[in-house]
């Protein structure tokens, strides 16, 4: 019955928006010229997602997509604000777009994401950029059709952003970015409150898709030819606990398993504290889920997980890593960690260090604290000097580098199956992919190959990728 309701919201509101695609497509139809659109996707998996569905509608509309942006005639930037460093990025292009629109009065700026449903960004945005046409943010996305066809209707400016979720928007007409691999969200948002993280301010409290309506999905992307699905969420770990009838993560994986036609099945992120035996063992019985783990720990003093409010302490995220060593050996894991948090003193430092060769990870996105207004960490006392958040930074990077290259080398010899992406852009005769467990493989082949799972011996070893031959 629920279902039914939801259904019913979805169908509706979809429809509603397909009305204003099909008017917008007929105006751009009526100018007898090629309209173009520019699309930035400057966050996470999930940002990239929302963009595949944004650009979608764009396609929809009439619009062809460009990767010039001075020969568009429709830009939108679809922003992130997990670090300072992508908001001064957005200014900056905000900037360039000004002088652009100067000469191309017709041009139409839109601005939406993440950092839209921040307030201060927003007064920012509406006083001292007055060229954006159309602002809108994360919770609805699906409404781009008719924000656009007010904005031409009228000329005004449009700025719709909500400050909570509506129903789920259960969109699943879009156009991939890959023809065989694709991101399926099943859980929105997050309930988590790490004390330096913006994202549970910006994208909501969680809430799970149901689960017929994420294997429906994936049903119908891997009729569509997909062989890899990415399960998408802040913390995957929590899915279903919420929904009418709770399911947990394991049982989902367990089900998308049994699903025909799937080859590999990836998910994240995963949040240590969440992870629990049931997954462990679904992921050791599964054999289309992945062999490959990101498990951000983001610090390895238990001092700073306290005041990140993590959830858990160093012992535990190394037990926990022994233990999922130990039900699948082969696996390999990635993570996240964040040097700088206020407080950290050089022996916190050391602690992360540690953790960092304990595990033996075989990437590791590395960042530095940045501020973010609204959180707890932000006004929290001995924020430490950029001079040694940088030293620190470039000392993780020295001691991270030879561990992912140790990890790299003791797959040469071995046989890895991997799944083509694309053509070298130095050299049309190497293709590179990814293996099971989320190595970067370069070999040689042609783009014949792209979509194939082939089967590569492992020959050789950089830092950041393999080198394979075809057997
Ligand atoms: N400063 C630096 N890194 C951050 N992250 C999230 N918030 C911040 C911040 N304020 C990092 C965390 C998270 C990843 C997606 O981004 O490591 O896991
Ligand atoms: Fe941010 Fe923590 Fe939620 Fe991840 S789990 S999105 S780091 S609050």
């Not at 960690?337 to 304990?358: H, M, N, R, S």
């Amino acid at each position: 019955m629920l279902t039914e309701k939801r259904d019913e919201v979805s169908q509706l509101e979809l429809a509603r928006q397909d009305c204003f695609i099909e008017e917008i497509r007929a105006l751009n139809n009526a100018e007898n010229k090629d309209k173009y659109f520019y699309n930035l996707a400057m966050g996470c998996q999930m940002n990239a997602h929302d963009s595949e569905k944004l650009k979608s509608m764009l396609v929809r509309m009439g619009y062809k997509e460009t990767n010039d942006e001075e020969k568009a005639d429709f830009v939108i930037y679809n922003t992130c604000c997990v670090r300072e460093n992508a908001e001064v990025k957005v200014y900056g292009k905000l900037g360039f777009l000004k002088h652009i629109k100067q000469t191309k009065p017709n041009l139409i700026v839109a601005i939406c994401g993440c950092m839209m449903q921040q307030e201060t960004v927003l007064q920012k945005i509406k006083e001292s950029h007055r060229h954006v046409n159309i602002i809108f943010g994360t919770f609805n996305l699906h409404k781009l059709p008719e924000l656009l066809k007010t904005h031409l209707q009228t000329g005004d400016r449009v700025i719709d952003i909500w400050n909570e979720h509506g129903e789920i928007i259960e969109d699943t007409n879009y156009l991939r970015e890959f023809p065989y691999k694709a991101s399926v969200n099943i859980v929105y948002g997050c309930n988590n409150f790490c004390t330096y993280c913006i994202v549970p301010y910006v994208r909501g409290r969680e809430r799970s898709r149901e689960k017929e309506d994420i294997k429906n999905e994936i049903k119908g992307l891997i009729a569509d030819g997909v062989k890899e699905i990415v399960l998408l969420g802040q913390n995957v770990n929590s899915y279903g606990k919420n929904l009418e009838n709770p399911v947990t993560f394991a049982q989902l994986l367990r089900e998308i398993n049994e699903i025909d036609g799937l080859e590999r099945l990836r998910f994240m992120t995963s949040h240590p504290k969440d992870l629990s035996d049931e997954l462990i063992y679904a992921m050791r019985d599964c054999e289309k889920v992945c062999n490959y783990l990101h498990l951000p720990f983001q610090s390895g003093s238990t001092k700073i997980l306290t005041k990140m409010n993590r959830g858990y302490t160093k012992e535990q995220y190394l037990t926990l890593i022994e233990k999922i060593k130990k039900e699948i050996p082969d696996i390999l894991i990635s993570t996240d960690i964040i040097v700088g948090f206020p407080g950290e003193t050089e022996e916190d430092f050391q602690e992360t260090l540690d953790v960092a060769k304990k595990v033996g990870f075989s990437t590791a996105f590395t960042f530095m604290y940045s501020k973010r207004t609204g959180t707890p960490a932000a006004t929290m006392e001995n924020q430490v000097d950029e001079e040694v958040v940088h030293d620190r930074f470039n000392r993780l990077l020295g001691v991270l580098n030879p561990i992912i290259f140790d990890i790299h080398s003791a797959l040469v010899g071995k046989t890895l199956k991997v799944i083509v992406e694309g053509v070298s852009k130095q050299d049309d005769n190497i293709v590179s992919g990814r293996s099971e467990n989320n190595c970067l493989v370069h070999f040689k082949g042609d783009k014949t190959l792209i979509g194939q799972t082939v089967p590569i011996k492992i020959v050789g070893n950089k830092t950041f990728y393999l080198i394979g031959e075809r057997i």
